[in-house]
């Protein structure tokens, strides 16, 4: 049993986080932090786990020295207090998008702002299994990828190393409202988010940064808020190189995705669910991918979804903790969706 | 042409007000009133009104003398504010919840504080077409009733005037988002209030104390918010005198609104819609109600729908208004619904 | 290691058979039934099953001897074919209606036909652990109860035994669209049942019979279509006896349910959740049951939530063979919901 | 008064057109067909028309000479039955998707057979008046685009006809089940279609051949079904010609539609609907069209979005026919559309 903390457990990544986590054989939550609910039950605002924990918030000041540490948000505007937590573990998940990003000028360019701490930028390891399984092994401070990012870089992945398709990629990111956070404001109750369509970054999402880093393309992404409230799906268009084959494009996914216990190649020719979507992949650790081909015009379709709060998140965390320790990949995260949902 | 303010415009039902009364032809809304977003568009926050009207808001003390002026909001923590507001026009219409009751002690248990003007209670009309239409004719100050009230009490109604059924009557009230305003809380965030079947007033929910006005009847109304942005549903679960059969229930019915313009009596035998659901009644004006009778028991279930932003709010207000002034009872409300919806 | 086949696998608690006993340590799936679809793979229609099972349908004349068969659909049109399957396993679960009533009276009138094996009706021991755990242990024939009636019987079994409440009471039940099944018709389209508030069962639903037969109440029951795919909500109308105390109520829950594994008492005093609603239970076996009380009316309102296809049908069964088999009754059923969904 | 008659009118789209016809003040509707419900009156499936028409469904053989007539439906299976019919009338508008293309080739492509009068390909005005106004005012056969063609193309037409992109573009559409009409199959149960991201056209949607004609660009289409009922949304990537400004793509919008009536031209720079989405659109007859612009990357997201069953059906079918007959062109179609929805 190793000892966890997690930092900031009062939103829904750490909600999920603590879901996974009370169900896992091998570790042991000893303490989760909110500044605002610190004395209160976390089963209060995380109704799903009322009967599975008697925890309760406490300040973050308060949490012990752990083997791992988890922060669910951005540390960016208290960076000795960040610091000085982060001493506190052996191993520490940085799930808020503060390392996602290499480079500085980047890191302005779509935060709008300095990161204070530029020297962390392209310390960490990206939390992408499938992308980095090696390097997890021995990482001390993983950043988990943005929940778009991942499920874009898992559908273009495969093109991109087997050179089947051009560098310029479009990413069209579809995402539920639980990507706005338990604390957001006005223009996500229900009233006006329901139903909508919402092109709330009609260009350069930020997560464009992470998929151009993870696969080497020149990504240019666009995202909808969608009326559902977990889910992802991102839908990439790119182009096909002269002589591309549907059975190459296949072969590439089989290929690169063989031996992944959590990423599902789903091309088939009919069904309801011929192509990727989140709808019955909510509250598991899959992400599929799947593609629609057009050889006459080269036009290409690489297609990712999974559920943002877990394999988009909280999942690749616990998946990239199973890595690190050694144990069994999918330790705690055998939940294989729900249909129909 | 009359002129018309409206106070507290920014809200939802000072939305519907402003999307009935601009489509009018015989009013004109000179003024609308913010106190949050004076200078700012009315359709900066009414965007279905986008190409509709130039106007702005003003702030509350900058409305001018009209003849007709619309509460939307409480004034009972103002009350000389309201006073002097009221001051300015010839007729007054209250959406709020301020006047709905006729007795201190009853708005004390319902609302859970002191009237600040008790005397106020008990002076102004229903805003009830069906039940106070001689009376609206000369009123001076309108009260609207609650949305679930309407929707309860025009599927009593006739039932009560009949004498057909026992008083002792219970109320399942199921209504949308829209109902919890414009300005609501985290409760309200889309991925919180998405899928929900939230009682959030289990018993004595006020409307109640409207609805055994009303109807004369002793009314149990519980409340129970859903996935629909608008929409009530009223289900009140009644016992039929002995010896009452389904043709005095259907005679009861069809006298008391064979001649109203905005009462639709449902009642097939088969169809998705045989009895009232609001789904097909959004954005119009139409109360449906309706009842399902079972001969062997006794038990008779009344059944009223409607949009709680229209016939259960600023329709009301609109339709009284036309006979206040002697106009054609659906001027500005002839929309008729949408189906699919 | 037992044998298990599912007859009839293709509907929606087919699939959800599927899910749970894939996941369970002790249970094999051998043969899954499909008369539509003998010959294609199972998780063609359980898209979410993909990747964890390669089974495919058969006939049902193909099925072996099992240990344990689960029926899902009726075999009231096939008696002799229902018998003669019923012969080649050991234990049998039935979880479609066919054998939850006792009374040939009864089933007539609520399913409008004559039970044509009316020698059965009474033979099955409910599925329903919370009531029948003994039983259960010794059954050779089990049928798994309504969704509603579960919901319902688990808020009202404790003021029932303890005395607390008058015999009459009314359940008005809500549930998602998954109820109807698989195969329904126009009626259930997207377009049509989206945004619905359909009674569809006004008065006497069908699952009255068995919340009267398992508390000794006298339930009348209407039953609500509402927008959501999954979920029951059972909201049953009580009156406490004189002298009833808000601390006996919740006693008599908290003995009831103190030992239950998937029964959770909720009853906050605040919160979005402090009343059950199947939300956040989705996919877990768990029923939330609460109550409000108004000491002065004795109004007593008791509330059930559950997810249809789970603890309302197939983990119910599945908690059932827990029993049955001696194994420890969370096997296979340990996932706790999410929130927010 | 005009004589109407609608072939095919128990489907959505032929509900639309009954709903916009009957509160039009110089159309009489003589006639509506329906094979399948002949006898029944059309407000049963239609429940949003209660009380607003009399009218029951006739044989299509049973339609009177009428001096317009609209289809509904494909006449491709039965070519001189519908010949037939448009003999009945002196102007025909075809809403179904016979007549759009004006290429046999392309059709073929498109939809998967030989068009049965390859002759008549062409010879139709198109009924969108934004860019056929001169030629409807003499039309005798109109033919309605399709809903996602018509948002898209008013999306791009300014762009295209200022000359500001290049010619390569992708069209990402978003629609609703009423989409997919009121016979539509199990894919489109609520249990299926709820929640979904379901990318039924991944490549070349047919709709594509429309907007291509329409604006001379060579458009590549997606098309994805998503959870509402109603509306579209046609997200059109572009790259701008070197040295485009932001003014100039404004200016080139405002000049397109300064003057039309059901166009609104949407580019704020804050504010939750900044962009086109249908939500706010319900039920009028309003195309909004937006966009977004990197001049640094030349990146130029052009945005419509509109109610399928309105202003990419019905309403400008109505519309045409306002044109066609000389009235106001708004006549019948000033609904304004709902917030919230």
């Not at 960040?82 to 935060?111: C, M, N, T």
């Not at 990482?139 to 898992?154: H, Q, R």
Request: charged residues 20%; contains cysteine; negative net charge.
């Amino acid at each position: 049993m190793i000892s966890i903390a997690i930092i900031g457990g009062a939103g829904y990544i750490g909600g999920e986080l603590l879901r996974l986590l009370l169900g896992h054989p091998e570790a042991e939550v000893v303490a989760v932090s909110s500044t605002r609910l610190a004395g209160r039950r976390v089963d209060g605002d995380h109704p799903n786990l009322r009967g599975r924990t008697p925890l309760t918030y406490v300040e973050p000041g308060a949490v012990p020295e752990v083997d791992v540490m988890f922060f669910t948000g951005s540390g960016l505007d208290d960076v000795d207090g960040r610091a000085e937590l982060r001493q506190r573990a052996k191993i520490v998940f940085d799930l808020s998008s503060d390392l996602r990003l290499g480079d500085p000028e980047l890191f302005r360019f779509h935060y709008g702002r300095e990161h204070p701490t530029p020297e962390l930028l392209g310390t960490a390891t990206p939390g992408l299994p499938e992308l980095h399984r090696e390097q997890l092994r021995v990482a001390e401070l993983v950043s988990v990828p943005g929940c778009m990012a991942t499920a874009a870089t898992l559908a273009l992945m495969p093109l991109a190393r087997a050179g089947l398709i051009e560098p310029a990629v479009t990413v069209d990111g579809r995402v539920g409202s639980s990507g706005s956070g338990a604390s957001a404001g006005e223009m996500n109750l229900h009233a006006e988010r329901s139903g909508v369509l919402r092109l709330f970054a009609p260009l350069n999402h930020r997560h464009q940064a992470e998929i151009s880093a993870f696969t080497g393309l020149e990504v240019k992404m666009t995202a909808t808020g969608v009326d559902a409230v977990r889910g992802v799906q991102a839908v990439a268009r790119t182009t096909a190189k002269p002589g591309t084959t549907e059975a190459a494009i296949r072969a590439a996914y089989r290929k690169a995705y063989a031996d992944e216990p959590f990423v599902r190649v789903v091309a088939q020719k009919r069904g309801n669910y011929r192509l990727p979507e989140p709808k019955i992949l909510l509250g598991s650790n899959y992400c599929e991918v799947g593609f629609a081909f057009d050889p006459d015009s080269g036009q290409l379709l690489a297609v990712g979804a999974l559920d943002n709060l877990v394999k988009g998140g909280a999942g690749n965390a616990v998946q990239s903790l199973n890595i690190r320790m050694g144990w069994a990949e999918d330790t705690g995260l055998t939940f294989t969706g729900l249909h129909p949902m």
